[in-house]
């Protein structure tokens, strides 16, 4: 079956949605323990605070014990709001994919259409009174139009509901955070300052995220310097998030790229980047080929299992009983053969794999998994723009 069929663009598509039913299903297993771990929070925040007030009313007050009290008021209110705001995110994330799953199932429904009107052939000519805006390239089917539409409002969607979850989800505890610090301000001083330092690292988190965000978005340096310094960026920001060692070497004369390759590549390879870092190895590597062809290698690196801590049991000698040596080889045997079982796998995850392949097939590159799945090559045509190469600075 071709790769631009639309019925196999349809069964695709009836994939991807059974995949979003288990997703959908474990958000909404994920809700209802953050929502008990919520109500656990406030139960505990309303004793606390019927506990400060009581200390407060008291005829002489202890004022260590106010002040531990109300230390403790203070931290469980963050940690009830920040489970309310877990709930909430959860819940966005919820409704997001629910609008996803609505929109791949119009998408499935169209592409049948266009599957039963006889596939992508081009209409003998355009109605009578339509202007062609493609010139002498006719008209974009209405279906592929409805198509393409539908899934730039989608897009323009799905990237104000991740700033509604994200930074603007953060800016809101920020908020609350300040409201705490105001109370404070004329209580206790000394617990306000502290308070301020946690909203200060509060916004630096907040500052990082949108950062990380905006370049997840579209990052701006593809645009102004090019792919190899994106991907040196890339690669030592999610080195630096994942605590794990990613390697980048370009090997050739790097160029400037048609848009659509560059921007293509880059999103293959950082998408690779991510599975593979996803699977918590030791080190993964990144290497850039330039020649008539890109090769462009992801590679992730396992390490070999760790030396037991225990001390080795001794070998038995002459005098012990062989059906008794025989069981100590035996368990000596299980437990190699445990260890080698355990090691951790570094293969690229499916969503992953199935993602670059379809980005692939789109921009007609080539994509294949090497080394049992811990490899990555895409080979792309060194089709180049009219900008002249630029350099990183």
């Not at 469980?76 to 877990?86: K, N, P």
């Not at 306000?192 to 988190?205: G, W």
């Not at 355990?342 to 392949?357: M, N």
Request: with cysteine; hydrophobic share 40%; proline share 5%.
């Amino acid at each position: 079956m071709a790769a631009n069929d639309p019925s196999g663009i349809a069964d695709r598509i009836g994939s991807e949605l059974a995949i979003l039913d288990s997703e959908l299903a474990e958000i909404d297993l994920l809700i209802q323990q953050a929502r008990s771990e919520a109500d656990r929070h406030e139960m505990k925040r309303s004793q606390t605070a019927e506990r400060v007030a009581t200390l407060r009313s008291a005829t002489t007050p202890n004022s260590a014990d106010v002040a531990e009290a109300t230390s403790q008021l203070v931290q469980l209110t963050r940690r009830a709001v920040m489970m309310e705001s877990q709930v909430d995110v959860l819940q966005g994330k919820q409704k997001a994919l629910g609008r996803y799953h609505e929109a791949l199932e119009r998408y499935g429904a169209l592409l049948q259409d266009v599957a039963a009107g006889g596939g992508w052939s081009k209409p003998s000519g355009p109605p009578a009174g339509a202007s062609t805006a493609g010139g002498d390239d006719g008209e974009v089917p209405a279906a592929v139009s409805r198509l393409v539409l539908t899934a730039q409002e989608d897009l323009r969607r799905d990237i104000a509901r991740a700033m509604h979850d994200g930074p603007a989800q953060s800016l809101t505890n920020i908020v609350l955070q300040a409201q705490i610090v105001d109370r404070l301000v004329d209580r206790d001083p000394t617990l306000a300052r502290a308070e301020v330092k946690a909203l200060i690292a509060m916004v630096q988190t907040t500052l990082e995220a949108t950062k990380a965000f905006i370049f997840d978005v579209r990052p701006m340096v593809l645009d102004d310097l090019g792919l190899v310094p994106t991907i040196r960026r890339t690669a030592r920001e999610r080195g630096r998030r994942s605590q794990i060692v990613v390697d980048f070497d370009s090997l050739g004369t790097e160029r400037r790229l048609d848009m659509e390759l560059e921007s293509g590549l880059f999103r293959m390879i950082d998408q690779a980047l991510a599975g593979y870092l996803s699977t918590s190895p030791r080190r993964v590597t990144i290497r850039l080929d330039w020649g008539d062809q890109i090769e462009a290698r992801i590679a992730a690196h396992g390490e070999a299992p760790a030396a037991r801590s225990e001390p080795a049991a001794p070998e038995p000698d002459a005098s012990t009983p062989a059906v008794l040596a025989q069981m100590i080889d035996d368990r000596r045997t299980a437990a190699a053969i445990g260890e080698a079982e355990s090691a951790p796998s570094h293969v690229l995850p499916t969503k992953a794999w199935r993602e670059i392949l379809q980005r692939a097939a789109t921009l007609g590159m080539v994509a294949e998994l090497l080394a049992g799945g811990t490899e990555c090559r895409i080979v792309a045509p060194a089709t180049t723009d009219d900008a002249p190469p630029t350099e990183e600075g």
